[in-house]
């Protein structure tokens, strides 16, 4: 077993990274959707490969910044995706018939793509959140 | 005490050199796994390392 810190794990993919766009650009020159689509799967076998083979050491305060960021994300990204939605869908559903026909058609479609973003958002924390009170013991079956 | 410098505490106790530095600069608190880390490797108790200031009916 490998052990390497997240900084190294992190170089690492930045070369393969850099690997698979080198070989997909040489298959864009050259035209072969094989070349491109073999480069893509090495690199994909190669970081999972690692990621199983090596042991990946994760700094604490850096999860913490990672909880951190994820939860402001959500807590911003939610509500904007949510009232723009909303405000999207209003005109069609208010009784503004010139939003629900010809040109302005998209915005009916944008308001219901962006209506069903947020639900899945929100099943997805519900989910992880189910998921990791689980794991922490608030499962509620422990004495 | 062990005369360390960071990159090598940071090695020793398994976290990136930038959280003993955060540490030491009152910004990050550890958790009590790396408090406890710390403590063992310089062979003192967490309170001679570390003091909680917070108020006692804090949650």
Known sequence: ?143 | MQDLTQEQLADKIGVSRQTIIAIEANKYLPSLGLAFKIARLFKVKVEDIFNYEGDENEN
């Open chain 1, 1 to 143: 077993m490998i052990v390497m810190d997240r900084k190294k794990y992190k170089q690492l993919r930045v070369i393969v990274t850099l690997f698979v766009g080198a070989i997909v650009a040489l298959a864009v020159v050259r035209d072969s959707y094989l070349l491109a689509a073999a480069g893509v799967l090495t690199g994909m076998v190669f970081m999972v490969l690692m990621r199983s083979k090596a042991k990946i050491r994760t700094d604490e305060r850096e999860a913490t910044i990672q909880e951190k960021a994820a939860r402001m994300t959500y807590a911003i990204f939610a509500p904007t995706i949510g009232i723009a939605a909303f405000l999207l869908l209003l005109p069609s559903k208010g009784g503004f018939s010139v939003f629900s026909k010809g040109e302005w058609l998209f915005i009916e479609s944008l308001g219901m793509v962006f209506a069903y973003l947020t639900l899945f958002l929100i099943v997805i924390y519900a989910i992880s959140y189910h998921f990791f009170n689980r794991k922490f013991g608030g499962g509620g079956n422990e004495e």
